[in-house]
């Protein structure tokens, strides 16, 4: 089965300081990535994806991710914080085992950035 | 970009009742609609996903006869929670596939009282 893991609750960092936010996944296949962030009481946005080309993806509002296969890791990163990058953090997968490719999130990291 | 609109955005409705929420696709054509609920600080369940002229899929576990899923159109996708409870509250999710990823209506928060 597939899955994503997120091993930390809560990430805490200070204003302008590197962020990461940690992923791990488990997937047949090639895996096809994603994060989003939500902010309370709304729906998820999209910040970035991986299919396939360049391990380091690019997303909104500055974030990057890596894909590093050996590790089957997507941590998600930020070289300097905001304030308002305080949310919650999904990473997920696209389950490719169904005919419609139903998405599979992990269990979501709160990200607090001190000022 | 690929906009889904969700509505309502906030109900409360007495126990016993029923609840329809709604999806709409606003400039393409959903033929997919995934129902998710988030329970507080927790991440995303997928419920349902409905598909467009015929019966959804239903996740293990999830009441089929409750959770009244409807995909008449390819622009439109309906939740309705049937005799809804207390433990039914809850914050629904809908998301479709699109072209470039997945994309999420702003969510429906139920309140049962």
């Known amino acids: 089965a597939q899955s994503v893991a997120q091993p930390e609750d809560q990430v805490n960092v200070a204003e302008g300081n590197p962020l990461t936010v940690k992923c791990t996944y488990s997937v047949s296949g090639n895996p096809y990535l994603f994060w989003y962030v939500q902010y309370p009481n709304r729906g998820l946005q999209f910040l970035l994806k991986?299919?396939?080309?360049?391990?380091l993806v690019k997303g909104s509002y500055g974030f990057e991710a890596e894909f590093n296969k050996s590790q089957t890791s997507f941590h998600l990163k930020k070289p300097s914080a905001l304030v308002s990058d305080s949310a919650l953090y999904f990473c997920?997968?696209?389950?490719?085992?169904?005919?419609?490719?139903?998405?599979?999130f992990g269990p979501g990291t709160s990200l607090s950035v001190i000022p | 970009g690929a906009v889904v609109s969700q509505h309502p955005s906030r109900v409360i409705c007495k126990s016993g009742t029923s609840v329809k929420i709604e999806c709409r696709s606003l400039d393409f054509q959903a033929t997919t609609m995934f129902w998710y609920r988030q329970f507080p600080k927790q991440s995303l369940m997928l419920m349902a996903t409905s598909n467009e002229g015929s019966k959804a899929t239903y996740e293990q576990g999830v009441e089929k006869d409750k959770f009244l899923i409807n995909h008449a159109s390819l622009t439109l996708s309906t939740l309705t929670v049937t005799s809804a409870h207390p433990e039914d509250s809850s914050f629904y999710i809908c998301s479709t596939a699109w072209a470039y990823g997945y994309t999420f209506g702003s969510g429906t928060r139920l309140t049962v009282v």
């Open positions: 991986y299919i396939t080309g360049d391990n």
């Open positions: 997920a997968v696209r389950d490719s085992e169904t005919s419609y490719d139903k998405v599979i």
